[in-house]
Each structure stands twice: as C-alpha cells, then as structure tokens.
C-alpha cells in the first residue's frame, strides 16, 4: 500500500469500490460493526454495534448516497433545498436542476439523480428532518433570529423555480439565491413555517460545510477504529473522494455502452475521440468547466483497465471492476467483499 506522506497513518483513496463505499458508509455512518472477510485483508459488514451511539443515520446516510449517485460537491450538496429535487417516489433515474448561485463557478446544470438515492433523501425527509423540524418548533426556534420568510414557491417553464417573499409578494429566482441566503429561508406550510434547506441539524437548523467537516471525521475515526480491530488498511473518505467515485463508475459504464452500441472490440487500440461523449457527459454531470479537466483525470485509469480488459469486469459488474483495478493501482480501494 502506498501512502501519501512519510508518517501518514491512513490512506485517502481516491476511488472506492461500490461494496467499499457500502462498507465505510454502514460502518462509519450507521454504526454496523466489521468482520473478517473470506480474504485477508478484507472484510464484511457484520451485525449493528449496540454499544455504538451513532445519531442522525438517515440524514448522513441520504447525505453520501446522494453525493456517490450524482457527482455533487460538497458545497452543493450542502446547499440544496427539498424544492428543489426531483419527486422521491421514482423507479428509474430523472433529472433535476443545479442552479448557478450554488455551483463552482457559477455554472447550473441538469444533474442525474438515481431511484436508491431518491429512496435514501425520502426517507430522511419524512423521518429525522420532520422530526428535527418538529423540535425547532417546540423550541420557538424560527420565531427569532435572522430568518427570511417565503410565502410560496412556483415552478414555470419560463422561469423555473421562483420563490415569493411574504413582504410585500415580490418574486425571486432560486437560480440567484446564494449559499448564505439559501440557510436562512423558511416557509410557510398548513403545520407551520420550516426551513427551505433540505440538511438539518437536530436542531432544525440548517446544516453547513464545517458541520458536514465533522460528520466525515467520526465517521472516518469510527470506521478506522473498526479497521484497527479487524486488520485491514485505514481508509478516509471525503465528499471528494464520493464525488471520483462516481465519476469513475459512471464512466465505466459509458464505455460500456458505447462499445455495445457501437460494436467496438477490446482487440482495437484505445481511441478517445470514440468515446468524446461519455467523457462530455460526466464533464456535464460534475460540472466541470474544462473537458480537459476530465478527461486529464480519468483517461489513465480507463486506458489501463482496457488494456488489460478489466472495463469487461466479471459479467459486467462494476464493482469487480474497480477491484481488478484496485490490485493494481493504490488510488482505488476496494477493501470490502463484493
């Protein structure tokens, strides 16, 4: 295992295998405990911890399903309000809009959101933040303190999501409503007002980047701690390292299709410009300025892994995929049984 510093005590991976993010997410989030997989060096998920006190599973968990099924950022993610996703009860991936205000470099765009992360976000929204939402209510939390209050929100083809202030009915496009405002709007509903922000505290309070900091550091201490026990490699995980994950898997299975679809063989050299679409298509899904830039990040590992024909995986699955890939290069992790 390489390490990314002379006394670097844990590796920060910079892709996960599916069964690896699963691993860290029920282990570190949810509070399962680890066992010994059927390799060395690997593990299973085992039974829940009951000595571990873990708080706020469904919100972290619809949290990090939602940053490794779409891309997002960090700063994204943490800014998004319920309105603005898509319905939750979907059976198959459907679109939603990233507006400008809350991107990098202010730059919307359409995002891909999948059934299981859809499922995951639901949940959460009907369970712990009616709940957290609930308590602030009790608490007289948002009858004082620097909150906006919106009457209404509307939806147009014409103009997409606006939203109308309660002083004095003006409206406003969400496309330009920054990060700092974003956590400070309430709204109206039959059981009371409550924040627009889709992540809440216990509190009922939004949530912020220096909050979701601290989420990822016990869940990666939790998680190291299970690793210590069980012997297998340390591990980190970020919002970043979610957000290569994605990127890669999902680029894997472009190639996939395109060689289908396309009837290329694993025999002919590789050829970016055949698959200048799939690269094009996770530029726009991540959001990245520059095709460069994707293409500079990811062209290595899929060159590789054709080379050697690991985009063929075992039956066409993903995961055994990245675990070929793991054994040969330590930027991917796949420490999980799959």
């Known amino acids: 295992m390489r390490f990314v510093a002379k006394n ?4 920060r991976g910079k892709w996960l295998s599916p069964a690896t993010y699963r691993g860290w997410r029920d282990i570190g989030l949810l509070g399962y405990r680890m066992q010994p997989g059927e390799k060395q060096g690997k593990y299973q998920v085992g039974l829940p911890d009951t000595t571990c006190r873990v708080r706020n599973k469904e919100r972290n ?7 490794i099924h ?7 993610n ?30 919307g765009r359409m995002l891909l959101e999948t059934p299981g992360a859809a499922l995951a976000v639901h949940k959460y929204i009907i369970g712990e ?32 999501l606006r939203v109308k202030w309660a002083d004095g009915g003006r409206y406003a496009s969400l496309d330009s409503v920054p990060p700092a405002t974003r956590a400070r709007l309430l709204i109206r509903t039959d059981d009371g007002v409550e924040p627009m922000a889709l992540w809440l505290t216990e509190r ?38 979610l957000r290569f994950s994605y990127a890669l898997m999902y680029l894997i299975a472009l190639h996939r299709h395109i060689d289908k679809i396309e009837g290329y063989s694993f025999s002919d050299t590789y050829d970016y410009t055949r698959y200048h679409r799939a690269y094009r298509r996770v530029q726009v899904q991540l959001g990245h300025k520059d095709l460069t830039t994707t293409r500079q990040r990811y062209l290595e590992a899929i060159v590789d892994m054709r080379d050697d024909d690991l985009l063929l995986g075992a039956a066409g ?10 054994a040969r290069t330590s930027l991917v992790r796949a420490d999980a049984d799959e």
């Not at 670097?8 to 590796?11: D, K, L, N, S």
């Not at 957290?132 to 103009?159: C, F, K, M, P, T």
């Not at 912020?208 to 297998?232: H, L, P, Q, S």
């Not at 699955?317 to 793991?326: E, N």
């Open 8 to 11: 670097a005590r844990e590796y």
């Open 61 to 67: 968990r619809a949290y990090v399903d939602l940053a």
């Open 70 to 76: 779409t891309g997002l950022r960090r700063s994204e």
């Open 78 to 107: 943490t800014s998004l309000l319920v309105c603005e996703l898509p319905p939750q009860q979907v059976d198959e991936p459907v679109e939603f809009w990233l507006p400008p205000a809350i991107t990098k470099g202010g730059n």
């Open 129 to 160: 933040r009616r709940d957290a939402i609930a308590n602030a209510r009790a608490a007289q939390r948002y009858e004082s303190g620097d909150w906006l209050l919106i009457e209404s929100v509307h939806r147009s083809a014409q103009h997409g």
């Open 204 to 241: 009922g309070v939004p949530m912020n980047g220096w909050a979701w900091n601290a989420v990822f550091k016990t869940a990666n201490r939790r998680y190291a701690d299970e690793c210590r026990r069980v012997g297998v490699p340390l591990l980190s995980v970020s919002a970043h390292s």
């Open 317 to 326: 699955d993903l995961g055994a995929t990245l675990v070929a890939l793991a």
